[in-house]
Structure formats: C-alpha cells, structure tokens
C-alpha cells in the first residue's frame, strides 16, 4: 500500500464529486452543499480539505474548517476554532490504521499553517482520538445523540 494526500482544490471536481459521495452516504449531507462549499467556498469556511489515495484509488478524505455544525446547536461552542471535521475512510478500508494516518496529514497541515490548537467532536471515535493525543474537554448530547469535544495542542 502507498498511501498519498492530495489537498483538494476547489477546480479539482472530479475529487469533490467523490467527496461528495462519501458524505452523502455516510452523514446524509446533500451532495450540492459539499460541492459548494469546497469549490466555491465563499464564507472561508474550509481552510483545506485533504484527499487520501493508495495507489490513486481514492480512499479516504478530511479538513480543517473553521465553524462546524455542532456549533448551531450548541453556543458555547462557537467561541473554538479550527475544527478537523468530516474525517472518513472508505468502510472496506477501516480498522487498518488509515484514519489515524489521514488524521496526523491534518494536523501536520494545519502545524504548516500556524495552528496551535485544534479541535473536533465525535460520536464514534474517541478511543482513535484519544489514542493520537487529543483531550476531552467536554461532553454533548443532542438529539440523544452523545459524544465529546476533543483538543490538541500541535
């Protein structure tokens, strides 16, 4: 396996149709808004989006954004940012190490941009989190749905 990272482009359509894919299949977020805000990004929000490939068969994706949606329904959030948000790898490729690759690709690129802190939430992964050095720093549930708010110093 010769795992490479690729930062996404915003003309780069023919990777945001595939992100675009992942999402909507894996977090139900329309394909249109994907497309939008990672090709004509007018709000800023994205810092980078990078793309995972082995052997350019593309396998995984994530970003550093600087607002996220558990901001909406929870304030006191808005006051962290960035944020490493939307992080997936292809579901035949879990389990192999690959999400904690794709994960320290993002925190190198955000160290290159002069971050100095970073934040996320998860639902499902805290243990990958925890393991690669980040800190729970608070705890959320919505809708019934509980998880954590993670930080890092990089």
Same mark, same amino acid.
């Given at each position: +396996?010769? %795992?490479?990272?690729?930062? %996404?482009?915003?003309?780069? &359509?023919?990777?945001?149709?595939? #992100? =675009? *894919?992942?999402?909507?299949?894996?977090?139900? #977020?329309?394909?249109?808004?994907? #497309?939008?805000?990672?090709?004509?990004?007018?709000?800023?929000?994205? !810092?980078?989006?990078?793309? +995972?490939?082995?052997?350019? &068969?593309?396998? /995984?994706t /994530?970003?550093l954004?600087?607002? %996220?949606? !558990?901001?909406? *329904?929870?304030?006191k959030?808005?006051?962290?940012?960035?944020?490493?948000?939307? +992080?997936?790898?292809?579901p035949?490729?879990?389990?192999?190490?690959l999400?904690?690759?794709?994960?320290?690709? #993002?925190?190198?690129?955000?160290?290159?941009?002069? *971050?100095?802190? !970073?934040?996320?939430? &998860? *639902?499902?992964? $805290? =243990?990958?989190?925890?393991?690669?050095?980040?800190? %729970?720093?608070?705890?959320?549930?919505i809708?019934?749905?509980? /998880?954590?708010? +993670?930080?890092? $110093?990089?």
């Amino acid at each position: +396996m010769k %795992v490479e990272y690729k930062n %996404v482009k915003p003309n780069d &359509t023919k990777y945001i149709n595939q #992100i =675009s *894919h992942w999402y909507l299949k894996e977090w139900g #977020i329309p394909q249109e808004k994907t #497309i939008q805000s990672l090709t004509q990004n007018t709000t800023k929000n994205v !810092i980078f989006q990078i793309l +995972m490939a082995d052997n350019e &068969t593309l396998i /995984g994706t /994530g970003g550093l954004y600087n607002k %996220v949606g !558990i901001q909406k *329904h929870i304030a006191k959030y808005e006051k962290y940012s960035p944020w490493i948000a939307l +992080m997936f790898t292809e579901p035949d490729r879990r389990g192999k190490g690959l999400g904690a690759k794709l994960l320290n690709e #993002i925190e190198s690129e955000a160290k290159r941009k002069d *971050h100095k802190k !970073i934040y996320l939430f &998860t *639902h499902s992964a $805290e =243990s990958l989190y925890k393991r690669n050095g980040w800190n %729970v720093i608070d705890q959320y549930n919505i809708e019934g749905k509980e /998880g954590v708010i +993670m930080s890092k $110093e990089i």
